[in-house]
C-alpha cells in the first residue's frame, strides 16, 4: 500500500488544510505531507521544513533555473511556490504514498504528469460567500489579500471538472469521510 500520489486542490479558504490535517492523521493512509517551497512569509505557527521550505525570490528563482520542481506557480504576485522533485523520491524511499496540497494549476499539471498512478481530489466550499466568511474567520489574511484569493477562487472553481473527484466542505464531518473515503477506495484498489 504504498508508492501512489494523492493530489489535493482547492480555493484558498475552502478548508483544504483542515481536510489534509485530517488525513495526516490517519496512520493506515500511509501518507507523507510533500513540503512545498515557497517565498511567501510563514503564517501563524508554521514551520520552516515542515509546511513549507520558505526561501527568497532569488533562491527560488535558482531553483526553477536547476530544474528542482516538477511543477512551480507564480500562485499570487510575487509569491512563488514550487514541487521539489526530491519530496517524491524522499517518500517514496520511505515507502509511503505522497499527499500534495497545491492550487488548482498545480494538481491539474500534477495529474497530467502521474495519470493513473495519481488521485486528484477538488474540494469546494459550499459558496463563495462561504468562502468570504471562512478567509476572514481564519484572521491570516489582510482585506487586501482576501480580495485577491477570492477573485481568484471564481477562476478556479471553473476547473473543478478536471478533477477526478469534488468533495463539497459543507459540514466538515461528511466532508472528512467523503474524502477518507475516495482516498481509501483508490489505494486499496491501486493494491489488487
Ligand atoms: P485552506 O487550507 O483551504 O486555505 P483552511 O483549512 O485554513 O483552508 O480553512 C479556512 C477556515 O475555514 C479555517 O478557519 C477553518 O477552521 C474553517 N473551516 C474549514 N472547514 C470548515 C467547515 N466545513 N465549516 C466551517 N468552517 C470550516
Ligand atoms: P497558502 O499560502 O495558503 O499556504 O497557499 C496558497 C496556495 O498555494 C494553496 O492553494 C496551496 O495549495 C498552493 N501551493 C502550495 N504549495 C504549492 C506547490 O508546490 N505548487 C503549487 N502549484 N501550489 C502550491
Redesign the pocket.
Known sequence: MNGRLII?????GAG??TLVNFLMDRPELDLEF?V???T?EP?GSEKNGS??HFITVREFRKRIRRGD?I???E??RN?Y???PREEIERIFRKGKNVL????????I?LKNIFGNKSLSVFIRPPSVEELEKRLTGRGTDSPEKIKMRLEKALEEMKLAGLFDYTVVNDILEQAQKEIYTIIKNFIERQDE
Do not use: C, L, M
Request: proline share 3%; hydrophobic share 25%; no cysteine.
Open positions: 489535493i486542490s482547492a480555493p484558498s483544504k488544510s510533500s512545498s517551497a515557497t511567501r503564517r509546511h513549507y520542481f511543477e512551480w506557480e500562485v499570487y509569491q511556490y514550487g514541487t500534495f496540497d497545491v492550487d488548482v494549476k498545480g494538481g499539471n
